[in-house]
């Protein structure tokens, strides 16, 4: 039952790491890493499909060997966190407290992403084969 579940999770994280991939301000990456976790738990099948993606790949072995981030995604994930920011404080209008908490919690999460080492040169090789940064 645990096995159909973290497969059905692992899609859902595909999904929504698809959709994150034209949407501006959701987010790719942390969705097919989530995928990832998932699969791997799951289905080595699933999991060898993804790792070996063409796009998502090299990030996602980076991440699983090293949890290394590259320097694209981490751009990428603070200008993404301060653009919403912006649009929360305009469109919520919040409280201080709440604009302090929620800022809180993006710095929280921009440190985290920023302080992750950069992915060894042999992913950063295979991701500049895609010509395209996965973020």
Not at 81 to 88: T, Y
Not at 125 to 133: D, F, G, H, L
Request: aromatic share 12%; net charge positive.
């Amino acid at each position: 039952m645990r096995r159909i579940l973290y497969i059905c999770l692992g899609w859902l994280m595909v999904v929504l790491g698809i959709i994150g991939a034209f949407l501006p301000l959701m987010p790719t990456t942390i969705f097919l890493i989530m995928a990832s976790w998932f699969f791997a738990r799951s289905s080595p099948r699933f999991e060898a499909w993804l790792l070996g993606h063409p796009r998502f790949g090299p990030t996602l072995q980076a991440w699983n060997e090293t949890g290394a981030v590259p320097g694209t995604a981490k751009v990428a994930a603070c200008v993404g966190m301060s653009v919403g920011f912006g649009l929360f404080l305009i469109s919520v209008r919040p409280t201080f407290w709440q604009a302090a908490a929620v800022a809180a919690v993006l710095l929280a999460s921009a440190l985290y992403v920023v302080t992750r080492p950069l992915p060894p040169r042999k992913f950063a090789v295979e991701q500049s084969k895609n010509n395209r940064p996965c973020g």
